[in-house]
């Protein structure tokens, strides 16, 4: 009758037939009445004892199963995935598989230590690494010149240290335990300080005067410090006082500048700053901008027998009107306001008229100033006053007409109801002629064309004429000199041409 092998927790690993041996798992299972058993079974039990020790893993192992890793000296167990060691780390210069949260990665290749967390990600726990030598913070005991001892953190980088912090002050002593950084020394250090002392740090300025506080500060080269130049910062101004009662002062007398007090900054009179030049009674403020005779600044304070002031530029002593630029054609003021200006302007944006301002315009423009154009003309309007002469020598009014009537055509007052005027004839009564220059323009605002009533202007005229002659409205508005009831004006002009041409008529409608 087989064997049921039945594993710890009820469930049937195998069955062993009667006089076999099974061969499933790194342990044999023997079958009843199998002939030589007792060397099975005590194969089996040596590797019970062994734990299967050997430098390859068992290949037929079950859940729960030991193994003793004899290529690392590790006690393994089998999970049913993968081989887990009982104890330590899992060594291996890779990152490992199969590992759980907690579980500890020894990385053959850097001598460090992983650990898997809840992530599924190695964290490293130490050595940390950067270079070829150490660069970590580490905590040391070294010993002060009275061989009192004392805990230092020392940053080192590539086995130099850098900077040490320290809770309290001492000096050095110049041999040290081997276990301390070769860097931290009385060469490197000459003096530790309460809180972080940089490297090279000179004792220079290291003081315990009433100056320092018992704060934990950085000693060294910094952007800010307890002294500037050797100098406490107490006794420099300070911002935060918004009263301004705690300033630097100074006597009456100032502080001057220069080896030979050039210059002097004081109060004089009792409450007017000053700025004195005390050697010569000039004062340049800006750049020297160029190395002649001719050099000029921004600007000079000058005070002399005959001049007194301030002046842009350089000064010239022999010529008292020399015209100072405020700026120049490259290099333009944004604006400068001021009351009043003296002097002549090349140009002005507005031109004061009472209390308003006018800018200038060539066209029509309301609340503009008329200025003339290229040719010479001035446009308006209208123009109010008195003319003592004009350009042109009719006076016109605007009727409206059927259609767009040539120059010098003679119209009379038509009876169509849509417009006023039409071209004459030699039994209508003529009232004008269409306007080329019309001199003076009544009813401007009104639609038509301009009629000259009264003056002189060209008129249109078939066959020959004399100055002198009477012309007549003969048919569409054209005139001649035969005599009609429809009087237009007398030729200024003679013309013996048979066809229509403009001849300058005198109106007498």
């Not at 100056?211 to 800010?224: L, R």
């Amino acid at each position: 009758m087989a064997y049921i092998i039945n594993k710890f927790n009820g469930t049937q690993l195998l069955s062993v037939e009667d006089g076999t041996v099974d061969n499933t798992t790194d342990i044999k299972f023997v079958g009843k009445n199998y002939s030589g058993y007792g060397e099975i079974q005590n194969e089996n039990m040596l590797h019970l004892m062994e734990h299967f020790a050997g430098t390859s893993a068992p290949t037929k192992a079950v859940p729960g199963q030991i193994w003793f890793d004899s290529s690392l000296n590790k006690l393994k167990f089998y999970t049913g995935a993968q081989w887990k060691a009982t104890g330590g780390a899992q060594v291996s210069a890779t990152e490992p598989t199969g590992l759980t949260t907690g579980d500890l990665w020894f990385k053959s290749d850097t001598n460090q230590i992983y650990v898997r967390t809840a992530a599924d990600e190695f964290e490293l726990v130490g050595p940390q690494a950067a270079g070829t030598g150490a660069t970590q913070l580490r905590s040391v005991t070294v010993q002060d010149v009275g061989s009192t001892e004392h805990a230092i953190v020392v940053a080192l980088v590539e086995d130099n240290a850098q900077f040490i912090i320290s809770d309290s002050e001492f000096t050095l002593k110049s041999s040290q335990e081997a276990t301390v950084p070769v860097g931290v020394n009385s060469t490197n250090f000459p003096k530790i300080k309460k809180g972080i002392t940089l490297l090279n740090t000179s004792t220079l300025g290291i003081t315990t005067d009433a100056g320092d506080t018992d704060e934990p500060v950085i000693w060294g080269t910094a952007s800010d410090a307890l002294r500037l130049g050797g100098v406490l910062a107490s006794d420099y101004i300070t911002t935060s006082d918004t009263n301004f009662t705690n300033l630097v002062t100074f006597a009456d007398a100032g502080f001057k500048v220069g080896d030979d007090s050039d210059l002097a900054v004081k109060i004089v009179d009792g409450n007017v700053g000053s700025i004195q030049n005390e050697v010569g009674e000039e004062i340049r403020l800006g750049v020297k901008l160029t190395t002649d005779t001719s050099a000029k600044y921004v600007m000079k304070i000058m005070k002399t027998a005959s001049l007194n002031g301030v002046f842009p530029y350089a000064y010239s002593a022999t010529n008292a009107d020399l015209q100072y630029n405020l700026g120049s054609s490259t290099l333009k003021w944004n604006q400068v306001h001021a009351v009043s200006f003296k002097g002549t302007a090349d140009n002005a944006n507005a031109l004061l008229v009472g209390s308003s301002y006018f800018s200038a315009a060539l066209d029509e423009t309301a609340s503009s100033i008329a200025v003339r154009d290229s040719s010479g003309n001035i446009v308006a309007n209208e123009f109010t006053g008195v003319a003592s002469r004009a350009r042109y020598a009719d006076l016109a009014e605007k009727y409206t007409t059927a259609e767009e009537l040539p120059a010098g055509t003679a119209v009379a007052v038509c009876e169509h109801p849509d417009h006023e005027v039409e071209p004459a004839s030699a039994s209508n009564f003529c009232i004008g002629v269409v306007s080329t220059d019309p001199a003076y323009m009544m009813n401007s605002e009104a639609e038509g064309q301009y009629i000259g009533l009264k003056g002189r202007l060209p008129v249109r005229v078939k066959g020959p004429v004399k100055k002198g002659q009477a012309v007549y409205a003969l048919s569409d508005g054209v005139c001649t000199t035969l005599a009609t009831s429809a009087l237009v004006g007398v030729a200024l002009e003679s013309n013996d041409s048979d066809d229509e041409k403009l001849v300058e008529c005198v109106l007498k409608t």
